[in-house]
């Protein structure tokens, strides 16, 4: 079970796979990708002389904040996936492609979200003496972020580390002596609906996980003039800067969710959350 997130680039896949309806065929792709990861889990952890079609399988997945399952088959899954096979080509070599394989809009979060990857958020988000620190708390302030529904998520077994972690902040404007990784997932992993270009790019500053013409911006001007990016000057000028990429699933995991905030903020599109509560 996974929180889903994509790119919401408008592509013929996604355009097929809802009969003309961009907003139905994003859904249904999400749908497919979370059957096709659970096929491939069943298929990798199953003896091959119980792999049969009529084998039951179960599938989770995260809707409004409630795990819903269907049992189907083994055989009726696979079946189903064949609606994707035409469409890898195009989406291989997708400008929307986060992570260069087919269908690389979309990028789960899988549950529960790691111990490890909520103290490489809390690690990696600037100090409030920056002015990506201070963006960062600024937005929980004013978003009234209590972290309530990440610890909600906790007692569902969602997120691993129980408690939550925290980071001890120097002293701030904003009276803050730490950052709880419940206030900083709510935010990032835990929202319905979607998140716009300029939100995207919002959350990269806190981690300065962005850099124009090889530097990442610190004043007010230099990030005011990343904001005012044109698309096209965006895909020429911007880069990702996360350091190392980890070999530790949790924290890859969110590395790649970040990379999909960034390659959405570069091509002005939204990315879809498909959880909440």
């Known amino acids: 079970m996974a929180l889903e997130t994509m790119i919401d680039f408008p592509c013929r896949p996604k355009r097929d796979l809802g009969g003309g309806d961009l907003r139905a065929g994003t859904e249904s792709l999400i749908d497919l990708l979370a059957v096709q990861r659970r096929v491939q889990q069943v298929r990798s952890s199953t003896r091959p002389d119980q792999l049969t079609v009529d084998l039951d399988v179960r ?18 899954l696979e079946l189903e996936l064949t609606a994707l096979e035409s469409h890898v080509p195009t989406c291989t070599n997708c400008p929307a492609n986060a992570t260069r394989v087919p269908f690389g809009c979309s990028v789960p979060i899988r549950f529960p979200i790691r111990k490890s990857a909520e103290r490489w958020l809390l690690d990696h988000v600037l100090p409030p003496d920056t ?16 972290g309530e529904r990440t610890r909600d998520f906790r007692t569902r077994g969602w997120v691993e580390a129980f408690p939550g972690l925290s980071r001890t902040l120097p002293k701030n404007a904003y009276g803050k002596s730490e950052l709880t990784g419940d206030e900083l997932l709510q935010p990032l992993l835990l929202a319905k609906g979607r998140l716009a270009p300029w939100q995207s790019l919002n959350v990269l500053f806190w981690f300065g996980a962005v850099k124009v013409d090889d530097v990442v911006p610190k004043s007010l001007d230099e990030m005011a003039k990343v904001t005012r990016l044109e698309p096209t000057d965006r895909a020429k000028r911007a880069k990702l800067a996360l350091g190392p990429v980890e070999s530790d699933e949790g924290i890859l995991d969110v590395q790649l969710f970040l990379k999909v905030l960034f390659v959405a903020w570069v091509r002005d599109v939204d990315v879809f959350v498909d959880a909440g509560g």
């Open 59 to 76: 599938v989770m997945r995260m809707v409004d904040g409630d795990a819903l399952e269907r049992v189907s088959t083994l055989g009726r």
């Open 131 to 146: 002015l990506g620190g201070a963006i960062c708390l600024e937005t929980l302030a004013e978003e009234e972020i209590d």
